[in-house]
């Protein structure tokens, strides 16, 4: 008996057509053939610098004490005087955050975040209609670029927005973020005009908290 | 190959999967209530029924490789649900592979079931994509679920992937359950030479 239920799927087996094997090879080899003449395009990356020329990462200097990291909490640095911290843009324009006597508002970014790439858009919308109090400085770091990761390169992310602010390109190793204690991305620090942190927060806000930190920047608590 | 082309060539894969997903959808549903795709669908079923299994450990072990390529060669960081999915991905090759072998019509229940476990991580992997605000408000600079490494088509990202892979597994699961009933003579191997 079990030699003949062998034998019944031997014949079984004989008798399967070989065509949906061809058939799934031969689909498999025309997909593959599509993927290589339509060439990939968004391959790996290795260099930091984009055809444009410019350099995604650019030297970082820190003088003074860094910022402790924001955690949960109260926030120990508030009061605190923000490092110097002496940098560049994309294309080489020197950007230093330092107490200059003038209130600001920085914001860290990464061009790979997906809140960062919904926060960035929606205060591009909110400053056209709405922009800062005079007294009210406004940068932005770019940091924790990679070539390997998701919406590279920074500088183009941030021209497709529109993003009008000034954009310091943080260190390969995130010297400014370090210094100014970031936990996660996007994160804002606001700083009076005495130099001295006033707010932190990390995540993404309203427009309306914008507003208050840029307010809470200029003393208006 | 460069990663942007064999991320393409695994998005085509995952179109093919999906139109051969939705094809035995159309057919089994449809067939309910219209003659001609009830004869396609039994036709299909003939067809592709005694190889199903088989052909299901093949897309197992292309969505493992191509899962092994983005993190080891591309060098895409693995998520914690993009290693749940691996977790259930995974055993499916030597489970359908040798199921395949040995006519192990038995398994369909437990690779189906580690199959939708795995195709449920991916519907919520592709779901936080487009929502991001479910995981969290920030991102974690160490490796958020919510990062998309590659988006081809317009919309295949690796959960997406995933999910075409896992569902055709599923579907191959379910014809190989009809086909089985078309023809019961079949028995497994280790009952025949048994």
């Excluded at chain 2, 005694?50 to 093949?58: E, F, M, R, T, Y």
């Excluded at chain 2, 605000?133 to 590659?150: A, G, M, R, Y």
């Amino acid at each position: 008996m079990a030699k003949e239920n062998s034998g019944a799927v031997a014949a079984a087996r004989r008798k399967q057509p070989p065509w949906l094997w061809i058939g799934v090879a031969a689909a498999v080899v025309v997909l593959l053939a599509a993927a290589v003449l339509a060439g990939g395009g968004s391959g790996g990356k290795s260099s930091t610098k984009t055809a444009a020329g410019l350099e995604q990462t650019r030297p970082v200097t820190v003088i003074g004490t860094p910022l402790p990291k924001l955690g949960e909490g109260g926030d120990p640095a508030v009061g605190q005087e923000i490092p110097e911290v002496k940098g560049q843009s994309f294309d080489g324009t020197p950007i230093d955050l330092r107490n200059d006597g003038r209130a600001k508002l920085i914001l860290f970014v990464a061009h790979w975040c997906p809140h960062c790439q919904r926060e960035v858009p929606l205060l591009t919308n909110y400053l056209k209609s709405h922009p800062l109090p005079s007294g009210v400085d406004l940068y932005t770091v770019a940091t924790a670029t990679s070539p390997n990761q998701p919406n590279y390169p920074p500088s183009a992310w941030l021209a497709k927005v529109g993003w009008k602010a000034p954009v310091m390109a943080d260190s390969a190793d995130q010297k400014a973020a370090e210094a100014f204690g970031l936990p996660a991305y996007p994160y804002f620090v606001a700083v009076d005009g005495a130099g001295k942190v006033v707010a932190r927060s990390t995540g993404e806000i309203t427009t309306d908290e914008f507003a208050a930190l840029a307010a809470k920047a200029l003393g208006n608590r | 190959m460069d990663v942007g082309t064999v991320s393409l060539f695994l998005a085509l894969l995952a179109v093919a999967a999906e139109l051969a997903t939705a094809t035995a959808i159309l057919l089994a549903v449809g067939g309910r209530f219209s003659p001609v795709l009830r004869r396609l669908g039994r036709q299909a079923v003939e067809a592709v029924g005694p190889q199903a299994l088989a052909l299901a450990a093949v897309v197992a072990a292309v969505c493992t490789a191509g899962s092994l390529y983005f993190s080891e060669v591309a060098h895409f960081t693995p998520c914690h649900l993009c290693w749940l999915q691996r977790f259930c991905m995974y055993p499916l090759v030597p489970i359908l592979g040798i199921a395949a072998w040995r006519r192990a019509g038995r398994v369909r229940p437990y690779a189906g079931a580690l199959a939708i476990v795995g195709a449920c991580i991916s519907s919520y992997h592709v779901a936080l994509e487009h929502h991001p605000e479910w995981e969290s408000s920030v991102c974690d600079p160490k490796n958020p679920c919510t990062l998309i490494w590659v988006k081809r088509l317009g919309y295949l990202t690796i959960p997406t992937m995933a999910l075409s892979g896992f569902a055709l597994v599923i579907t191959l699961l379910a014809v190989s359950r009809a086909g089985n009933r078309l023809r019961p003579s079949e028995q497994p191997r280790s009952e025949v030479h048994g």
